[in-house]
């Protein structure tokens, strides 16, 4: 069993940069793949990037390459995501999530365990 709780949202203005981050509780932290996922109003969930339980491998949507960076570290049980150049359509609920080791991939449904959520909101 993984607990998962997200923190670092805000509000902020286009071209800022924000830093996510989400602690995890539970045993074998490390062998987990994590991802983070965003969904806007009105809008489906959508993958957003995931790291491989090693943090070797790493998974990206097209619409935040270069401007997201996720990392983990496995000694704190955290997983971030680095969110720089922030536009009003990243504006969304983020999402912390974890699987039992594999790729960094991009399937919400074979994600197991999610976090409540952190607002991110990007003003024009």
């Known amino acids: 069993q993984v607990q998962l709780v997200e923190s670092g949202g805000g509000l902020v203005q286009a071209g800022d940069s924000l830093r996510l981050s989400c602690a995890a509780s539970g045993r074998s932290f490390s062998t987990y793949t994590l991802g983070w996922f965003r969904q806007a109003p009105g809008k489906e969930r959508e993958f957003v990037a995931a790291?491989?339980?090693?943090?070797?491998?790493?998974n990206y949507a097209d619409s935040v390459k270069g401007r997201f960076t996720i990392s983990r570290d496995n000694t704190q049980n955290t997983v971030a995501l680095q969110m720089n150049s922030l536009k009003p359509g990243d504006t969304a609920v983020y999402y912390c999530?974890?699987?039992?080791?594999?790729?960094?991939?991009?399937?919400?449904?074979?994600?197991?365990?999610w976090g409540q959520g952190t607002q991110v909101t990007v003003s024009s």
């Open positions: 790291i491989s339980w090693i943090g070797g491998s790493t």
């Open positions: 999530a974890a699987k039992r080791s594999g790729a960094p991939i991009s399937t919400m449904t074979v994600y197991d365990y």
